[in-house]
């Protein structure tokens, strides 16, 4: 990689990485340290093409997707959620509904099989249209369509608590730290 390139590389990671990791942290579940190492092998693997990659942003994306579907494929095991910061406050907000919320969906998450959760972040964390999911994930509209249905049905079964927080409050600004689903019932 010559200089300039390599200069381009550096600015693309210094600007880009904290939006790309909350995507890594949402697919793998909410563990963060299995995110680093996601975004860690996709900006590798990007780093070694950077000369011929377009769209920077889009082509590191993919490579996360196809990285954890990998990962949901080889069937590895669950690994334990550890969370080391609190979460995000605003100075002067009571946000602890919010702060709630994102902690019931970040377990609610972590029970869903790892290729649950990858449809839904992919659905409506990154606001994919299904075509375009179902491009990534290698897999039919049809089969993106039923396996949304099948997790959203299995989210609210799961935590059925997130139909509690909402009752009686009011409706809460969508948050993308870990929120990425709204569930009704």
């Given amino acids: 990689m010559d200089a300039e390139a390599q200069e381009s590389f550096r600015q693309f990671v210094a600007n ?13 579940g909410g563990d963060r340290h299995a ?8 900006l590798i693997k990007a780093a070694g093409r950077w000369h011929q990659i377009d769209e920077p942003e889009a082509y590191v994306r993919q490579i996360l997707y196809r990285q ?43 029970r869903l099989t790892a290729r649950q ?17 179902a491009r990534l994930l290698g897999c ?3 089969t993106v369509r039923s396996t949304t249905h099948r997790s959203l049905a299995r989210l609210r079964r799961l935590a059925p608590e997130l139909a509690a927080l909402g009752q009686g409050r009011e409706p809460q600004p969508p948050s993308r730290d870990f929120s990425p689903v709204e569930v009704h019932r």
């Fill in 16 to 28: 880009r990485s904290s939006a790309l990791l909350k995507t890594a942290v949402l697919l793998s």
């Fill in 35 to 42: 995110a680093e190492d996601l975004l860690q092998n996709a």
């Fill in 68 to 110: 954890q579907v990998g990962r949901w494929r080889l069937k590895w095991p669950r690994r334990e959620l550890s969370v080391a910061e609190p979460p995000e406050t605003a100075p002067g907000a009571d946000l602890s509904a919010a702060a709630e919320l994102r902690v019931v969906m970040r377990g609610a998450l972590a």
């Fill in 117 to 133: 959760r990858t449809v839904l972040v992919l659905r409506y964390f990154e606001d994919l249209p299904e075509a375009d999911v």
């Fill in 140 to 142: 039919s509209v049809g």
